[in-house]
């Protein structure tokens, strides 16, 4: 989102200091040295509320950093006790947060955070250039949207603050609906306005609906999202409303009061279109009735305010006092916030006196890690769109190369034991014929009646061989090809190479499990026709062989195919056991029995039927 560019680009322009950017989300590796540096500041946007979300790699750097550590923390009522444990785990020294400062011991009580400095801050703040790169702003008479509004529904979650989001834009669609009042209003995900084009939409409307930003509910541990979830899935996947919700949220919702002013009063006042926003205190940064016009949270005035809509002098007049008061007099630029922070930041660089070691280390000449990850280098701004969702989606190639890797050796595997099982049958198989004796080598051998060259087993290797043959190389290749699109940093080469290296390995694993699920099927019929083979040989020797044999070797190796009967029975009965739909029923059923069915299971291993 824009909001969040301008305030990683912000910190490069204004903080007096020389800064890189690097990705740390989704796995990310990195591939330099941390102590190259002074200060990392982690921005909001990787968010370490969320387990996973914001990669070991990254982590493990930062602990191990002896710089200064300022952390950026938006929404931070999501999981609060993880992002806590991270704030102490990580060591950061500074919180840039959107906690009120008479507030602050109910989130961040000063007993576990002795020596970290909490700063309040806003969400967002005005772009100093803005006007280099918005659209110029349109008269109003000009506008064409009487009353626009983006948001979206997230149920009864964050209580009354979240609430007002959804129902400002329902509610006045509604109600201008009824009057036959055309607006620009939507909460839904297919109708949000991104980067520049949202900017145009602001500049297009002659009121702009608002509300409060930011949550009073504080799910510490989890638990409140966790019963949200629960009645989502409950409801058939329909989050609860508002009102159903309430009895969860109604107390802790009165316990601190979060309601923030949001970047998008400040996008439009820079666009110089009239707000209409629920009655609220909006960080105190703005008033009623001077800055914008209040609406009732019951919608009461909503007369007076489309009344009041009409005068376009005093509209023109409001967002004049608006755009002065929120751009002009500077107070609310990112140039003066992160004057704030970067005093902050001195302030602990003098208390540290940190010598830092003249490392120098250039970053890793190697752009992949083992495990065929990107090795992040800093870079000297922000990554587009493309190189995020690049990253994002090698994420996925190492998983499916991971288990592709998997799959091979299993196959390997399986085969080793498969041929081996083959050759020790066929070496039982003909222990046994020969002790009926010449007679038995019809054919001039004693398996006269199996070829292994001419089964399916055999076949089937042979095919694996051969797909295998080219499908390694072309693994190699489409990393390779990865590899050298990264190196130029070309997002449309890096994205294009990167989708083939993906459908390779993403084809092989589903291939490799085709393969293994063949593997099983022929070698289970090639054995059952070796089996039937063998036994028809065996009738065919005990019917004419047999009875004109000595009767002492006839008696032994009568007790002998009695043996090998019993035996093979027992394992019928076993392999049916295993692969019945009633035992798999009883071990969920009766969890006790699992250690039975692994004696089972072992039995079946020792005696070669696996």
């Known amino acids: 989102m824009q909001t969040t560019l301008d305030y990683l680009v912000a910190f490069k322009r204004f ?80 919180v840039l947060t959107c906690v009120p400062q008479d507030s602050l011991e109910y989130v961040y ?27 110029p702003a349109k008269s109003l008479a000009e506008r064409s949207i009487f009353i626009g509004y983006r948001g979206r529904d997230i149920g009864g979650r964050y209580g009354r603050l ?45 009121a702009m609906l608002g509300s409060e930003s930011g949550s009073n509910v504080f799910d510490f541990d989890g638990s409140i999202d966790a019963r949200f979830k629960e009645m989502t899935a409950a409801n058939g996947g329909v989050p609860p409303s508002y009102a159903d919700f309430l009895p969860i949220v109604a107390e802790r919702d009165g316990e601190i009061e979060m309601g923030q002013i949001s970047p998008r009063v400040f996008e439009c006042a820079m666009m110089r279109t009239p707000m209409v926003l629920f009655k609220g205190r909006y960080s105190d940064a703005i008033a009623p009735n001077e800055h914008f016009i209040s609406l009732e949270k019951d919608f009461s005035n909503l007369d007076e305010v489309l009344a009041r809509l009409e005068d376009l002098p005093a509209l023109d007049a409001m967002t004049e006092r608006a755009f002065k008061h929120l751009v002009g007099s500077g107070q609310f630029t990112y140039r003066t916030f992160y004057g ?33 990850m990107v090795l992040e280098p800093p870079t000297p701004e922000p990554l587009g769109e493309k190189s995020f969702k690049v990253r994002q989606n090698i994420a996925d190639s190492v998983l499916y190369r991971r288990e592709f890797d998997r799959l091979i050796v299993e196959f390997a595997h399986l085969r080793s034991i498969f041929e081996a099982e083959m050759q020790r049958l ?36 042979a095919s694996y061989d051969d797909e295998h043959a080219v499908v390694s190389p072309e693994r190699h290749a489409s990393r390779a090809a990865f590899a050298a699109a990264l190196s130029t940093g070309a997002e449309d080469a890096c994205e294009e ?35 039937q083979a063998y036994r028809e040989r065996i009738d ?20 002998m195919l009695l043996k090998m009967r019993l035996r093979r029975a027992r394992s019928t009965v076993l392999r049916g056991v295993v692969n019945s739909a009633a035992l798999r029923r009883l071990l969920a059923a009766m969890p006790a029995v699992e250690p039975l069915a692994k004696r089972i299971a072992v039995r079946l291993k020792l005696s070669g039927l696996t």
Request: net charge negative; proline share 4%.
């Open 497 to 531: 190479t990167l989708r083939r290296m993906l459908d390779v390995e993403k084809d092989g694993y589903f291939r490799m499990i085709e393969w293994i699920k063949r593997l099983n099927e022929v070698y289970n019929s090639d054995r059952l026709i070796l089996d």
């Open 15 to 94: 903080s007096g200091f020389e800064t890189d950017y690097v990705h740390v989300t989704h796995q990310a590796s990195m591939g330099f040295d941390f102590d190259n540096y002074d200060v990392v500041f982690h921005s909001y946007c990787a968010r370490l509320c969320f387990e996973g979300y914001v990669s070991e790699s990254y982590r493990d750097r930062l602990r191990r950093f002896p710089g200064i550590k300022v952390l950026a923390v938006q929404d931070e009522y999501d999981h609060t006790d993880a992002l806590k444990v991270a704030i102490k785990d990580l060591g950061f020294n500074i």
């Open 340 to 372: 704030r922070v970067s005093a902050a930041i001195e302030r602990k660089l003098v208390e540290r006196a940190r010598e830092r070691p003249a490392l120098d280390v250039a970053p890793s000449a190697e752009l992949i890690d083992q495990a065929g």
């Open 109 to 135: 009580p000063k007993s576990e955070f002795p020596d970290v400095e909490f700063i309040t801050v806003f969400t967002g703040y005005v772009p100093d250039d803005f006007a280099s790169d918005l659209p």
């Open 426 to 461: 066929c070496s039982t198989y003909a222990q046994v014929l020969e002790r009926f004796g010449p007679a038995a080598k019809e054919g001039g051998t004693l398996l006269s009646f199996w070829a292994p060259q001419d089964c399916d087993f055999a076949r089937l290797l």
């Open 162 to 206: 979240g609430f007002d989001k959804f129902e400002v834009g329902r509610r006045m669609k509604e109600l201008c609906d009824a009057r036959g009042i055309a607006t620009d209003i939507a909460m839904d995900e297919a109708s949000r306005i991104y980067g520049k084009a949202w900017f145009d939409f602001v500049g297009n409307c002659r």
């Open 540 to 559: 065919a020797l005990s019917a004419t062989v047999l009875p004109r044999l000595p009767l002492k070797q006839q008696m032994a190796l009568r007790r």
